[in-house]
Nanobody, 122 residues
Framework: QLVESGGGSVQAGGSLRLSCEATGFAYSVASLGWFRQTPGKEREGITCIYTASGRTWYADSVEGRFRVSRNNAERTLFLEMNDLKPEDTALYYC?????????????????WGQGTQVTVSS
């Protein structure tokens, strides 16, 4: 089970921090990813981290502004979002998969949270 929190509304240039608590799977050797989706668009993988090594990947659209991290002891994934832009407005999901799996496309993560809304106004 994955439960996101921390979404909300912010003005452009602001920051938000999302959290995702994970239970019910082999967390110690898993890929944890953040995805986002807006109406009418395909879901986009924006960043992922491998819990065993800390290996990360970022989409070009968020690299340098967003930072993914995890607290393995608390089985929690975080997404720090800085310099937010109106185009970052979306429903943000965390997802998990066993082992390392790229989250930028080509693999469907099997475990998903319910999503948390992020709205950035100009």
């Amino acid at each position: 089970q994955l439960v996101e929190s921390g979404g909300g509304s912010v003005q452009a240039g602001g920051s938000l921090r999302l959290s995702c608590e994970a239970t019910g799977f082999a967390y110690s050797v898993a890929s944890l990813g953040w995805f986002r989706q807006t109406p009418g668009k395909e879901r986009e993988g924006i960043t992922c981290i491998y819990t065993a090594s800390g290996r990360t990947w970022y989409a070009d659209s968020v690299e340098g502004r967003f930072r993914v991290s995890r607290n393995n002891a608390e089985r929690t994934l975080f997404l720090e979002m800085n310099d937010l832009k109106p185009e970052d407005t979306a429903l943000y999901y965390c997802a998990a998969a066993p082992g390392w799996h790229f989250c930028g496309g080509g693999y469907e993560y099997p475990y998903w949270g319910q999503g948390t809304q992020v709205t950035v106004s100009s």
